[in-house]
């Protein structure tokens, strides 16, 4: 019923660029261990995308567990029956996700060339943006098969990236020619799905308009183009001059619309909001995939930068970070102590750490002073302890031998 276009967003970032020949061995050496790997272990490391924190969600599973790519698409293309202020057809209030199927298709000057099966559950924007993600059913068939027809897997424009006005842009879709469509770009057929196919005589044209960045409301961007982009568009990837994706297509202010400047402008998603919703999808499909306490690691893996998510983190330049959350670090403490040792160890461990804080407390009330150092000198006031402690056991042991 409804069509439009679509694109390929990468999962992984984009591999770097490497110069001279200890780069290019370095390389070679990575991904050689890669196929050592799964020779022994029959699948692929999760991917090696730079600082934790900075990761995205799927990178932290291997690639034979998640896709290698997003299907992108407008949500009402997708998903009618949650849109239904766009169509004209009574029937499909009674319309419900378990009745429709997804595909792909590829079209080359009009003429369909390929078509792949999508699976059945679309993934939409929480608060309601006109975007969704889809899957291939079979990708490790479709994607080769995809890449012989010159079809792109795009990456988003990086976060720090800047947008200024007049950017140049370049919108890449399908324009939509011929066919009886309504204002939304949905054919207007009946109720008779025989008939489908005969009155619904739309032809899909590849279409690259470029345009300007020229207003922002909000986190929604406009875009002059020397013609108001064509049905069809609603969904395409925004592009900027080195090729990343910059947005994505919502829709086509309408021409008469009473502020002059806006009038006939394409409205596009930024970038950086629909990073947003890819790394809400990627977290919600990792969470489906993996365990709780496997995939509990791996939050505390992008919050703190660490195998473990430990006490002190690193931060980008190498060096320990300042603001390390010290409730956060205490709870995890206790939970790792509780996982490895008795109740009894467990309470003896707590006991000894209570009395730290307690004769931390004291000190700092009645002398002041350094916090570490404070801390520093409780903690060598309790190994002597123990010291004492152990070698009055290790003496009792060597009268009763």
């Known amino acids: 019923l ?89 029937w499909l209030s009674k319309v419900r ?19 792949f099966a999508l699976e059945g559950e679309p993934m939409h924007h929480p608060e309601g943006r006109d975007v969704a993600l889809a899957h291939f059913k079979d990708e490790d068939v479709i994607l080769p098969k995809l890449k012989d027809l010159g079809i792109d897997i795009l990456h988003l424009r990086g976060a720090k990236a800047l947008y200024e006005k007049d950017e140049n842009i370049l919108f890449d879709g399908y324009a939509v020619v011929g066919g009886e469509t309504d204002e939304n770009n949905n054919a207007n057929i009946n109720n008779n799905a025989e008939e489908k196919e005969e009155q619904d005589g739309r032809v899909f044209h590849p279409l690259r308009q470029p345009g300007n960045l020229s207003f922002r409301l909000n986190d929604r961007f406009f875009a002059t183009t020397d013609i108001p982009l064509p049905e069809g568009m609603c969904g395409a990837p925004a592009l900027d001059e080195k090729g990343f994706c910059c947005g994505v297509v919502e829709g086509i202010v309408p021409t008469d619309h009473e502020n002059k400047s806006l009038a006939g402008s394409a409205a596009f998603m930024p970038s950086y909001v629909m990073q947003e919703f890819v790394e809400y999808a990627e977290r919600k499909m990792l969470r489906a995939l993996m365990p709780d306490d496997l995939f509990q690691s791996c939050v505390a893996a992008k919050k703190t930068n660490t195998i473990g998510g430990g006490v002190f983190k690193l931060e980008g330049d190498g060096n320990y970070t300042t603001n390390t959350n010290w409730e956060e670090a205490y709870d ?59 070698e009055e056991y290790r003496k009792q042991q060597s009268k009763d031998t």
């Open 2 to 90: 409804s069509r439009a276009t679509a694109f390929l967003l990468a999962v992984d970032p984009p591999e770097k660029k490497h110069e001279g020949a200890s780069q290019h061995l370095e390389m070679a050496e990575t991904r050689r261990q890669a196929r050592s790997f799964k020779r022994e272990h029959g699948f692929t490391l999760a991917s090696p995308g730079g600082q934790m924190k900075d990761m995205g969600w799927l990178e932290f599973a291997p690639r034979e567990f998640r896709p290698d790519v997003h299907v992108v698409a407008s949500s009402h293309v997708l998903s009618l029956f949650l849109w239904k202020e766009y169509y004209p057809q009574d």
């Open 97 to 115: 996700k378990e009745h429709c199927r997804y595909s792909l298709e590829v079209f080359d000057e009009g003429n369909s060339v390929a078509e």
């Open 332 to 390: 995890g403490i206790t939970k790792e102590l509780k996982s490895r040792y008795s109740k009894e160890e467990y309470e003896a461990y707590m006991s000894v750490v209570e009395d730290e804080k307690e004769q931390i407390k004291e000190i700092l009330n009645k002398e002041g002073g350094d916090m570490q150092e404070i801390m520093h000198r409780v903690r060598e006031r309790t190994l002597e302890l123990r010291e004492k402690v152990h």
